[in-house]
């Protein structure tokens, strides 16, 4: 079955930087992603999602980027702030909207 | 803003015993997912519903767990006879049609 996994754990970026979180994917079988934020202690928190008929979608201060050659997905944050500072899933998702979540990547703003 | 409620937020129970997680998923919405997230692992699907009836679940969803939607707003999640490995953060989780879901704080289960 499908595997959505992120490349690196940890993401240490200086305030106002930007940033960029990667993840991979190994089969097609996802119709969207998502990328979801997670502090501490609560529930993932909704980003931003890309149809896998998209190449690239932007939000508030955030990008996300879809590959379907190489199967990579990439979250950019631009101007990142300490509030940034959080666990981020990437995730495909289904036409049930079952959701296959990636390992997480935490991302530390120093100042 | 509506928003996913669970309770309670940390549950305490002794192995063997059942345990019901709650949840109220935003009001509209129409599919409800439950997920766990092992301390410090990913977070897994357990299971999807949707019309009243299980629409998916994952290989953890064994005999030992259901869920019910008993009165038009809440969502439960049963463990029957829980085991020490079933300790973890669980989410409930809700969505319209095409749009994303909408997670809860979370239940912290801690099975002793």
């Known amino acids: 079955g499908e595997s959505v996994g992120l490349h690196l754990p940890t993401l240490s970026v200086q305030e106002g930087d930007n940033s960029i979180i990667n993840c991979a994917y190994s089969?097609?079988?996802?119709?969207?992603f998502i990328w979801y934020k997670q502090e501490s202690g609560k529930g993932p928190q909704f980003i931003i999602d890309i149809r896998s008929n998209m190449d690239k979608r932007q939000g508030q201060r955030v990008t996300v980027l879809l590959n379907k050659t190489v199967k990579h997905l990439s979250l950019q944050i631009a101007a990142t702030q300490p509030g940034d500072s959080a666990v981020y899933f990437c995730?495909?998702?289904?036409?049930?909207?079952?959701?296959?979540f990636g390992a997480g990547t935490q991302v530390v703003v120093t100042p | 803003e509506p928003e996913v409620t669970q309770t309670p937020s940390h549950q305490v129970t002794q192995m063997g015993q059942e345990v019901i997680l709650r949840c109220v998923p935003i009001?509209?919405?129409?599919?409800f997912y439950w997920y766990r997230q092992i301390l410090g692992q990913k977070v897994e699907f357990l299971v999807s519903?949707?019309?009243?009836?299980?629409?998916?679940k994952s290989e953890i969803f064994d005999d030992q767990f259901s869920v019910e939607r008993p009165d038009g707003s809440n969502f439960t999640l049963k463990i029957r006879s829980t085991k020490l490995e079933d300790s973890a953060m669980y989410f409930c989780a809700s969505r319209l049609e095409g749009t994303e879901a909408f997670f809860g704080q979370g239940t912290r289960l801690t099975v002793v």
């Open positions: 089969n097609s079988a996802s119709d969207y």
């Open positions: 995730a495909g998702g289904d036409s049930w909207g079952k959701l296959q």
């Open positions: 519903f949707y019309n009243n009836e299980i629409s998916e």
């Open positions: 009001s509209n919405h129409l599919y």
